[in-house]
């Protein structure tokens, strides 16, 4: 009996050594990663110190002046009194707005368009053309015949909806069959087949196409907001100083823009990692 209770135990003490060890191993990869890409960013701003250094430019931004303009901007606002966070908030409202519906329409019509080809074959003489369109090209038309907020969602929609509508697309054909005839022959129906095959077949592709949409969302609301008009947002900011010649403060915006589209990188990225912890990562 003592040799049999003593067994469980053993083994209970094994796993949790193993999940301690996993832990530790895990923490320790992180500080790995982020020793190493502070090590890159010193290596970045060195060369931008030495290239400051060396220009004769007196336009050129320094590191001090984008420090000192940051810290201006962030305690006493724009030249119009607006201030960083109202900028950044500004553009992120516009952009997930955006974001959102073009990630609603593009799964459902990549879905629709990938399970039924005729009707991607009976329209592409419409949507090709229009994929090839780049989303700056549509500011003109949106600043005449949209107003406020709309005309800033629809151009990021353009900008990110067909990123995730292609990566849909083209991920349906390679569902694997013997998954869905599987389905079928434990007497499942179609909506089980969308349900448990389908989607969760095409879930990365979904999410690789919102990261491409996320990128071109962010490059789309620059544009947009330094011809809109509107006082508020981070691409005006960038407008602003550059008419008055100021590119430290225009760098202060760009950083901004940078360090919001890596937040939402990065928040995209734990979504697919806890989504597909069974996936192993291929190294050389």
């Known amino acids: 009996m003592a040799k049999a209770e003593i067994a469980p135990v053993e083994a209970s003490h094994i796993s949790e050594l193993k999940n301690r060890i996993g832990k530790s191993s895990r923490v320790s990869k992180r500080l790995k990663i982020y020793a190493y890409n502070m090590i890159t960013l010193g290596i970045f701003l060195l060369a931008w110190a030495i290239i400051q250094n060396t220009t004769t430019s007196s336009y050129f931004p320094t590191i001090g002046g984008v420090e000192k303009a940051a810290v201006e901007l962030a305690t006493k606002g724009d030249i119009q009194g607006f201030s960083l966070i109202q900028h950044a908030w500004a553009s992120s409202l516009r952009v997930l707005s955006g974001f959102g519906l073009a990630l609603v329409m593009g799964v459902t019509l990549g879905l ?3 399970l039924y080809p005729s009707i991607y074959e009976n329209s592409k003489v419409i949507i090709e053309p229009v994929r090839f369109i780049p989303p700056i090209a549509w500011i003109p038309m949106a600043m005449v015949l949209l107003r406020g907020f709309t005309r800033y969602v629809f151009i990021i929609w353009v900008g990110a909806f067909f990123p995730i509508f292609i990566s849909v ?12 005839d599987s389905v079928k022959v434990y007497g499942g129906s179609r909506w089980d087949i ?7 077949s095409v879930t990365p592709e979904i999410l690789a196409g919102a990261r491409i949409g996320l990128g071109d969302s962010w490059m789309c609301i620059v544009a947009a907001e330094m011809i809109g008009g509107e006082p508020v947002g981070v691409g005006r900011l960038i407008l602003k100083y550059a008419d008055l010649l100021n590119m430290n403060a225009v760098v202060v915006g760009m950083i901004l823009v940078g360090v919001i589209g890596l937040a939402c990188n990065e928040v995209v990225l734990q979504i697919e990692r806890r989504l597909f912890r069974w996936r192993s990562q291929i190294t050389l």
């Open 112 to 114: 629709l368009m990938g």
């Open 169 to 180: 697309l083209t991920s349906i054909p390679r569902v694997e069959t013997i998954l869905k």
């Open 194 to 200: 969308l349900k448990k095959i389908v989607i969760p």
